[in-house]
């Protein structure tokens, strides 16, 4: 490959900022889509400068495109495309240094997929709802493995000596 095409990375780049921008910033949605662009321009930028030190040639942005995502999912998984895409030009063995670089990519991709789910969604007023003793008690229950009881729990001091 003489040249490296970038047009649909670095639209993709522009389509983060502007969700970035356009995110709530009462939820972690703007934070975590601004991390997202600083670690996919740095990685982007590390991966076309392994490139053309390992291959020469050149970049071009000729195909330079909108993504065209209208919610934070698709974004992520057009992000993953992109990447699986670029996979293709390389084998493994050689091209270990672009692969890993990629790797990266789809790690800093899956890490902001993580974040945007964490936040829960506001009602019609903007607020968030309250946690419910049911959830707290479903969510000790997961944490420590015992069923409620409704009862306090008794701490053994014994042996603490």
Request: net charge negative; charged share 35%.
């Amino acid at each position: 490959m003489d040249t490296l095409p970038l047009g649909k990375f670095l639209g993709y780049l522009s389509h983060i900022r502007t969700f970035h921008w356009n995110a709530d910033t009462k939820t972690n949605e703007h934070s975590s889509l601004g991390k997202l662009y600083d670690q996919l321009d740095e990685l982007l930028d590390t991966y076309v400068e392994t490139y053309i030190g390992k291959c020469g040639g050149t970049v071009t942005d000729d195909d330079l495109d909108s993504c065209g995502c209208t919610d934070n999912g698709e974004l992520i998984d057009y992000g993953c495309q992109l990447v699986d895409e670029s996979r293709a030009n390389f084998e493994a063995g050689d091209d270990d240094d672009m692969l890993n670089i990629l790797a990266d990519m789809e790690t800093a991709l899956n890490k902001a997929r993580y974040f945007l789910k964490t936040e829960p969604e506001p009602d019609e007023e903007g607020e968030y709802e309250e946690e419910n003793e049911t959830v707290a008690e479903a969510k000790k229950e997961k944490k420590t493995g015992k069923e409620p009881t409704g009862e306090p729990e008794e701490f053994d001091m014994e042996g603490m000596d």
